[in-house]
């Protein structure tokens, strides 16, 4: 090799160096290109609530994107081995309805108005929602299972709620019969991830529900691997870092009853191969079981709730396969002790939280949240739903969502839990 070639080849290495470097260091490099370019003050909850009106967009869609981007198509290969490693998502049973549209014919729209006023309470009410969460993720007298690692320990495939719209700046983690479909419609408005013949969405009533379900709709977290490689976990948390976070929770029962109603209740072909017909075999005796859910169900052969609960309770369960998203603890799906949320909704405050939410955003101006179903599973039933619920039953159940009860300060239901 002559001496000229050798010194191109040093020259090329040092600058290879130097761009990991950066991109290593890229936390604190970004941090001051963002201030200094965009100005981008993330929008803290505990801020007074800018007022309506003034939606100016912010273009997220980072440099850091583009430019990792560039430098990762030239080294795919690397990716290609390295995602071979590390992705490996599980078969898991994630809900794909097919007759999941019956759900909004069978129960009617409530088209109430929905544009509550902004109340000077709502920014406090917030407050303390995050003040639970973090005390109780930091008080060593509530223990639950992954509690305690860190971001860095989710495995990917543990990732797959976590929507992301970098147009906006945006981080929702979705919560299956907590309002999620029309938040994942909210979020393909304001990422503008799908089109509509050319044109992106601009209303969220007008997207289809098998669309919204699709998760090739959306960008998540575990889709990082495929797109940033080695590089996916530190964006992911420059992200967690910059942009605002937000879930949507329910009371933890009531949401089992929610679930337990339209995946069993209604004719739901996959969740009857997939769930009934086991629950039948193993907690109802039945032997022999129908191939379709209409003969089953004009035979009268359905789940009962009881089945949905010894099913639950059954260690056997976990062991086959993780909790279906449906009735999985919201701990296990959003890592709120992981995740610093900005904005903690509730189903049972959804339309003020909604307004809330979109004014915070700055985009209340652009979009409204959908209006909420009137036959919605009220927490007032709970009672007659649990009436034949062996006691014992029903306070291992609790046990099973104790975390979510407390980390979102929901009340412990001692009614259901005492003789
Ligand atoms: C932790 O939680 C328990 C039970 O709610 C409470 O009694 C205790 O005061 C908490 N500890 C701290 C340090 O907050
Ligand atoms: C989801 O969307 C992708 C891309 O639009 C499409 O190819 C795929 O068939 C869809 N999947 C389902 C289950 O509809
Ligand atoms: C199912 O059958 C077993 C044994 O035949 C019996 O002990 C059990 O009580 C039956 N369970 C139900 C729900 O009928
Ligand atoms: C609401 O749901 C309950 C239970 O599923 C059902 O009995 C009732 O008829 C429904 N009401 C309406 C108005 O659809």
């Not at 273009?59 to 430019?67: A, I, K, L, M, N």
Request: hydrophobic content about 35%.
């Amino acid at each position: 090799m002559t001496k000229p070639r050798l010194f191109r080849l040093w020259l090329v290495l040092g600058s290879v160096l130097m761009i990991l470097l950066i991109i290593v260091y890229w936390d604190n490099v970004s941090t001051a290109h963002f201030y200094l370019h965009t100005s981008l003050s993330r929008p803290h909850v505990l801020e007074p609530l800018p007022t309506p009106g003034q939606g100016e967009e912010k273009e997220f869609t980072s440099d850091v994107d583009e430019f990792l981007d560039k430098l990762l198509s030239s080294g795919a290969k690397q990716n290609d081995l390295a995602r071979k490693k590390t992705e490996q998502p599980p078969v898991l049973a994630s809900g794909k309805p097919a007759l999941s549209h019956m759900e909004e014919s069978v129960r009617g729209y409530d088209w109430s108005p929905h544009d509550a006023q902004q109340s000077p309470d709502q920014g406090q009410q917030q407050a303390e929602r995050r003040s639970v969460l973090r005390d109780f993720c930091a008080n060593s007298s509530l223990v639950f299972p992954t509690k305690e690692r860190s971001f860095d320990d989710i495995p990917n495939y543990e990732l797959n709620h976590l929507i992301v719209d970098d147009r906006h700046g945006v981080i929702y983690c979705y919560v299956p019969k907590v309002a999620c479909t029309n938040w994942k419609r909210v979020m393909i408005v304001l990422s503008e991830s799908l089109l509509d013949g050319g044109a992106p969405y601009r209303d969220p009533l007008d997207i289809p529900r098998e669309h919204v379900h699709n998760t090739s709709t959306h960008l998540t977290f575990n889709k990082f691997w495929r797109r940033y490689g080695k590089f996916s976990r530190h964006l992911m948390k420059i992200k967690l870092k910059k942009y605002t976070k937000f879930l949507f929770v329910r009371d933890p029962f009531v949401r089992l009853i929610s679930a337990f109603r339209s995946k069993f209740e209604l004719e739901n072909e996959e969740f009857y191969r997939k769930f009934a017909v086991p629950m039948l075999r193993l907690y109802a005796n039945h032997t022999s079981l129908p191939a379709s859910v209409s003969e089953a169900f004009s035979a009268g052969l359905k789940v009962s709730f009881s089945n949905f609960i010894q099913y639950l309770l059954d260690p056997h369960t976990e062991k086959l396969a993780p909790f279906n998203e449906h009735w999985r603890q919201v701990y296990r799906l959003c890592h709120p002790c992981q995740i610093d949320y900005d904005f903690v909704g509730k189903l049972e405050t959804l339309d003020e939280d909604a307004a809330q939410l979109l004014r915070l955003l700055k985009v209340d101006t652009q979009l409204h949240f959908p209006p909420s179903y009137r036959n919605r599973t009220a927490s007032s039933w709970e009672e007659d739903w649990f009436a034949k619920i062996p006691l014992a039953w029903r306070q291992q159940l609790y046990r099973l969502y104790e975390a979510d009860f407390v980390l979102f300060g929901y009340p412990k239901p001692e009614n259901l839990l005492r003789d």
